[in-house]
């Protein structure tokens, strides 16, 4: 009568009778379930359509091959069929249950662990192979995905959804053009020139990964499955000691031999695989205990780091034990003792706050002000002097005229010039008005009525009229000094290319 949900039941986590306990993998047409017999402790694992795929025929037959494939195969590292069922709810094949990681995970997760196990590798997978081969099949699918191994490097290759029967002399002159299947990164050339498979495809796939187990990468890749299928037919593999130097020259011929273009450039059969393996060394050191060594490298670099922070206590306790012993050297270190207290204990000068610090001086010390890497900036030319004009209530004769500056006739003498000069080289006088013309305490300003008329004033012997040119022997000018009036003040020197420098605005904040 209640509308809540009801917990699943064992019902509803059953496929006919078996018990489903869990996922071992999911592909794009099918699931690998981990399974328990009804009323029994057997388990197994459990291949089934999934729904959506059980409408395709194709897919319904691919499923029935593999079981047919492995009904027919025996031997411990091939994985064992148990049954295949085709009902109207359910397609599935049960099959023995191995619980270990594909090949493929071993590699990417402990590829030393899968180097060191690779004796047993090999011959597992070339026993399984070799027996699939003398049954009249060839697996064309072989690849890390599709091999088991424990950490106890137990082995079993399983699918057998691409395998094919080995055609004969008759079979391959009437057999037709097929269609391209398996893995595209193991695929051999003769599988993509749709020709007759062979034990030598194996081979093939098997090279590649063997050359995987060897490097952690595979020996072709291309940008496009078009480019990879080309590399496939017409590339050379680089030896797998150029990506892994502790591999020997005699499995570099080995696994190059298996990836041979031609079928009949490689090993003849699964057996001579074994045979040559057997008689080669794979590495030139073993892998686990290499790894050992650049462990422990690793770590002796980490603790060289904190062995560093120990030295200077360890000296002390050095330096300590030979003053037990030697009363002179005892002594030193007494006294090398005291004075690096005396200067510990000395008192500093009293840093002053800025806000009370009083400005001595407008440029610090260079070495205490980083100096900005930017082009100076022109020097500024000042206007000239403005003659001084003494206020109306100022009485006569309360105004000193600057050095420099004066009227008529008035020796004026600048400290270190020749006597009579009176002002700077270069420099030109600023008429004065005579004290007797200064305006008296009332008497109104120049130019406004009932003033005085003005005196035309007079240029200072031994200097140039106003409208005369200078000399051309004068010195030049220093910049920011007076000019003559009228003439335009020349920019100081400047450096070449001075057009590549920024202006002032463009410059970028350092500051």
Excluded at 102 to 110: A, G, H, R, T, V
Excluded at 283 to 303: H, I, N, S, T, Y
Aim: charged share 25%; net charge positive; with cysteine.
């Amino acid at each position: 009568m209640t509308d809540e949900k009801k917990t699943p039941t064992a019902e509803d986590n059953k496929i006919d009778h078996y018990v489903r306990l869990g996922t071992i993998a999911m592909g794009k047409h099918a699931q690998v379930l981990e399974v328990q017999e009804e009323n029994t402790t057997n388990r197994f694992a459990m291949k089934v359509l999934l729904s959506e795929t059980m409408k395709d025929p194709e897919q319904i037959a691919t499923l029935k091959h593999e079981g047919k494939v492995a009904q027919s195969l025996d031997h411990p590292n091939l994985i064992k069929w148990v049954a295949t069922v085709h009902r109207k709810t359910n397609i599935y094949l049960i099959l023995e249950l191995f619980k270990a990681p594909n090949l493929k995970s071993n590699i990417l997760l402990d590829i030393v662990g899968v180097q060191s196990r690779l004796r047993r590798l090999v011959e597992c997978t070339c026993q399984a192979l070799h027996h699939m081969h003398e049954r009249g099949w060839v697996h064309l699918d072989v690849k890390p995905d599709n091999i088991l191994m424990s950490r106890a490097s137990e082995v079993r290759v399983i699918d057998f959804s691409l395998s094919e029967k080995i055609k004969g002399a008759l079979g391959k002159m009437f057999s037709g053009k097929k269609e391209i299947g398996g893995t595209l990164t193991y695929i051999a050339p003769e599988t993509i020139r749709k020709e007759p498979s062979t034990p030598a495809t194996d081979i093939y796939s098997l090279g590649i990964t063997l050359y995987e187990c060897l490097t952690g990468t595979m020996p072709f890749k291309g940008s496009t499955p078009k480019d990879l299928l080309m590399k496939h037919l017409t590339t050379i593999p680089a030896p797998p000691s150029d990506l892994n130097k502790n591999v020997t020259p005699e499995m570099d011929r080995m696994v190059l031999r298996m990836l041979a273009k031609k079928p009949k450039d490689r090993q003849k059969n699964m057996q001579e695989v074994m045979s040559e393996f057997r008689n080669i060394q794979p590495f030139k050191e073993d892998p686990e205990k290499l790894r050992d060594q650049r462990l422990a490298e690793e770590k002796a670099a980490e603790g060289q780091q904190s062995l560093g922070k120990r030295l200077d206590s360890r000296t002390d306790h050095t330096r300590s034990e030979k003053a037990k012993v030697d009363p002179e050297f005892a002594k030193q270190v007494a006294a090398a003792a005291a004075a690096a207290a005396k200067l510990s204990t000395q008192p500093k000068a009293d840093k002053p706050e800025p806000s009370k610090t009083k400005q001595t001086s407008s440029v610090p010390p260079a070495a205490t002000i980083p100096q900005p890497t930017m082009p100076m900036p022109m020097a500024p030319v000042f206007a000239p002097q403005m003659p001084f004009i003494p206020m109306p209530q100022m009485m006569p004769g309360q105004f000193v005229p600057m050095p420099g500056y004066g009227y008529p006739g008035m020796p004026q003498q600048m400290p270190g010039y020749p006597p009579g000069t009176g002002m700077m080289p270069g420099m030109m006088p600023v008429p004065m008005q005579p004290a007797a013309m200064m305006p008296q305490q009332g008497m109104p300003m120049p130019g406004m009525p009932g003033a005085p008329p003005q005196v035309p004033q007079i240029a200072p012997p031994n200097q140039p009229q106003p409208d005369s040119e200078p000399p051309t022997t004068a010195a030049r000018p220093i910049p920011g000094s007076p000019r003559n009036p009228g003439q335009r003040p020349e920019p100081p020197p400047s450096a070449k290319n001075v057009e590549d420098l920024p202006m002032m605005e463009e410059l970028p904040d350092v500051l």
